[in-house]
């Protein structure tokens, strides 16, 4: 094997030598360069990428509810909006399932739902009821919606008159898929989750679930107060009294 000289007489190797390692450097750096833009480009065009949550609001059975209002805050705890979920009337969701009804679809049932598009953080965002305080019978309630009359509201949560809270909490992985649950306590303190295995992606054919009960003029123990305003049968949740 040939060896390549070092340097000559009159250089000229050298010379060869070092204009080749001259222009590998300056390759290798342009290369650098070109790699490190690439990379600040994609994840400047990732942090600007959005997301859509849809979220559809129920009755205690299937049928989507209008008029609801629910805001959105994000995990530093700031308020994104509140909306108000569409339609003018209740529609029937699905006649499949048992009520309440696990799962939306605001893709052939756009009554009762919203939709918020953000550009994602890291953490927990929450979805909470906007309710509106009114008086049935001298009792004090939480609506949302309130309907034709005080007495035939909705209270925000599900399973009674009397039914505690409800809300959804829903994170958003670095490739934009959401997760979701929604937490309902009954009158007794019993939890829910809705849906009641796995979990929602939020999207416009698997939105985040809410169930809101009807009130009526219905009996959960005879004893008159809060969770005496029943639509349907009592449930062996509806008992908000002390044992």
């Known amino acids: 094997m040939t060896k390549l000289p070092i340097l000559s007489k009159q250089g000229k190797p050298f010379a060869k030598v070092h204009y080749w ?30 997301v859509t949550i849809y979220l559809q609001a129920m009755d205690s059975c299937k049928e989507a509810l209008p008029y609801a209002k629910f805001t959105l ?11 108000t979920s569409a339609g003018t009337s209740r ?3 699905s006649s499949l399932g048992t009520c309440p009804l696990q799962r939306g679809n605001c893709a052939t049932v756009p009554t009762g739902c919203v939709h ?9 965002y929450k979805i909470k009821e906007h309710s509106t305080s009114v008086t049935v019978s001298g ?13 035939t509201g909705f209270v925000p949560c599900n399973g009674g008159s009397a039914c505690k809270s409800e809300s959804a909490t829903f994170t958003i992985s670095s490739t934009g898929v959401v997760t979701g649950t929604t937490t309902n306590i009954y009158p007794d303190g019993t939890t829910s989750k809705y849906p009641s295995s796995g979990t929602s992606s939020g999207k416009q054919t698997d939105p985040i679930v809410f169930h809101n009960f009807q009130l009526g003029t219905g009996s959960c123990d005879g004893d008159h107060d809060k969770d005496d305003f029943l639509t349907g ?11």
């Open 21 to 50: 390692l001259s222009t590998l450097a300056l390759v290798l750096v342009l290369g650098g360069l070109f790699a490190f833009n690439t990379a600040q480009h994609t994840t400047q065009a990732h942090a600007a990428s959005t």
């Open 73 to 83: 805050v994000a995990p530093n705890g700031t308020t994104i909006s509140t909306l």
């Open 91 to 93: 529609v029937t969701v």
């Open 116 to 124: 918020w598009t953000i550009t994602p953080t890291t953490g927990t």
């Open 139 to 151: 009792i004090s309630f939480l609506e949302n919606p309130a309907w034709k009359t005080a007495a």
């Open 233 to 243: 049968s009592p449930s062996s949740h509806c008992n908000n009294d002390n044992p």
